[in-house]
Nanobody, 116 residues
Framework: QVQLVESGGGLVQAGGSLRLSCAAS????????MGWHRQAPGKERELVAI???????NYADSVKGRFTISSDNAKNTVYLQMNNLKPEDSAVYYC??????????WGQGTQVTVSS
């Protein structure tokens, strides 16, 4: 079993920054990619950013230029640096780990609230 532990959410004013972290641990596993999704009240969960084991990244258009995803493969940890935050970024952010056998694991979620 794989466990994902997220940290770094909180309340910030518009224009501010937050850094999310997600550390994976547990039984032996392989990672295809890790990343972040988010879900705001009344909306579907959406992709924010992902990073492959090789370092390739993909971002939602709404966060390009403001968010940066990175990883430490030795620590099985992924980070999301969020700058110039906007009220519409407010959501629960979920860490995702995807394996080569297409099994996905999710974290418990961390709340990000951006006040205007």
């Amino acid at each position: 079993q794989v466990q994902l532990v997220e940290s770094g959410g909180g309340l910030v004013q518009a224009g501010g920054s937050l850094r999310l972290s997600c550390a994976a641990s547990g039984s032996t596993f392989s990672i295809t990619y890790m990343g972040w999704h988010r879900q705001a009240p009344g909306k579907e969960r959406e992709l924010v950013a992902i990073i492959t084991r090789g370092g390739n990244t993909n971002y939602a258009d709404s966060v390009k230029g403001r968010f940066t995803i990175s990883s430490d493969n030795a620590k099985n940890t992924v980070y999301l640096q969020m700058n110039n935050l906007k009220p519409e970024d407010s959501a629960v952010y979920y860490c995702l780990l995807s394996t080569p056998v297409l099994k996905n694991y999710w974290g418990q979620g961390t709340q990000v609230t951006v006040s205007s």
